[in-house]
């Protein structure tokens, strides 16, 4: 080998030991950007699953939440039919018809064997029947949880909203029999959060002039005798405070929009509105009911302001150990009744009351109650009554998961004050047989024959299953 060959060989060796390991990093740096696509990818993947699962889930516990609504709409729906069947057992023990029965007591026992294995299970508990026999029962996979609240017990600040004197009479009487006891008036005495201060009239005329349609200021004063009581024009006390809003002079749309009337703060909310949150029944006050009050669901604290809206001046409403007597009265007699109606009529409500009668009024008096000197009986009896035809209806539709548990509110409030009966004929149809009405046309007996474009309004509006006036879900 020359020394030229010798230096050409060393020099190609010298070349190939500093390449050495080059491809150790090529294969190290592209290993390094798989991985890093690869975790991308994954987190990309994941993410996305986890976004499905989720959107199906809340979909899922939606439609159990719908389920739940139109079961309950059906399970109220049925309540005719219901105290038909109980009308013969009261006319023989109580010797009057059958009052309202509130089913909707019941929902969670009831519609059981439409829920989750563990419905199903109390159904048959209770009920001594087994479920396994029915067709499309049960739900897989979730569950619903049911509350249907009586918005006709509650104090309907909507009242106003109809604009005569009489209707504001009535609601001012309601809200002052509420909040006018003097056990409250220390509560009053203090400025709210924007440095106000707001007696209890002037509260009660706050929500009276927000709904009422008219331009003049409600004094609220229900012992005054005259059906005019407006006073002046309105004043403008919230642009005085730089709110940007007006009063609006017309209906209540929601519950949430009574927050913005004077003097209800928080505090108020929860002393006189809706003392528990995760209990509806316990609310006082509506934007939804009808003008009456139904005594047989109301709470006892709406009971006790229906009471003093017609006697201020009774013991009952001014001394604290009488009203005490009277909730834990009222608290007895439910828990005695379980869910059963109480009072026959308004005026069994009246007399009991007045210390009158066997029943309520009885344990009433046996407890210490001083017996109520209204004012105008008639009145209160006016103002009151013992059947419900509006209710909230808050059905949870839960989807359980891993990790998490997937859950979805639906609030309706349902009116079935234009309703028909479950299984009756719509109105304006007449499916009564040929025979019987010579001078009846096809289109009037055959229950066939295409129902007119009015027909099908009216059954509409009177849905069996009630009509939603207000939806919200979250």
Partial sequence: MTPLERILRRRAKSRTRKRRGVALILVLGTIVILTVLVAQLYESSTSTLSAALADRDTLKAEYHARSAVNLSRLLIATEPMVRKAVDPMFQMAMKSSAPQIPVWRYTSLVLGPFNDAEGAADFQRVAQVAPDGGKNLGLSGGKFELKIVDEDSKINVNLAARGDAFSEQRLGAQLIGLIGSPQYAEYFQSPDADGQLTTQPQVCGALVDWADPDETSYPCDPLSDTASPSEGPEDNYYQQLGLQYFRKNAAFDSLDEVHLVRGVSDDFWASFIEPDPDD???????????????????????????????????????????????????????????????????????????????????????????????????????????????????????????????????????????????????????????????????????????????????????????????????
């Fill in 280 to 474: 509806p029944d316990s609310r006082v006050i509506t934007v939804w009911g009808q003008d009456r009050i139904n005594v047989n669901s109301a709470n006892a604290q709406t009971l006790l302001a229906i009471v003093c809206s017609g006697a201020q001046d009774a013991p009952l409403c001014n001394d604290p150990e009488q009203m005490m007597t009277f909730i834990s009265a009222v608290t007895l007699a439910k828990s005695l009744t379980q869910g059963a109606p109480i009072f026959k009529s308004p005026r069994a409500f009246v007399n009991a009351m007045r210390g009158r009668g066997r029943g309520v009024g009885s344990l009433f008096t046996f407890l210490g109650l001083e017996p109520v000197q209204f004012r105008d009986a008639k009145a209160v009896q006016k103002s009151i009554s013992t059947e419900s035809r509006v209710f909230s209806i808050y059905a949870d539709g839960i989807i359980p998961g891993k990790n998490r548990e997937t859950r979805v509110r639906i609030h309706d409030v349902v009116d079935f004050r234009s309703a028909n009966e479950l299984g009756g004929d719509l109105p304006g149809t007449d499916t009564t047989d040929s025979s019987s009405s010579s001078s009846s046309s096809s289109s009037d007996t055959d229950p066939n024959a295409a129902l007119t474009p009015e027909q099908v309004a009216a059954a509409l509006a009177s849905d069996p299953m009630g009509a939603i006036i207000y939806h919200r879900i979250e």
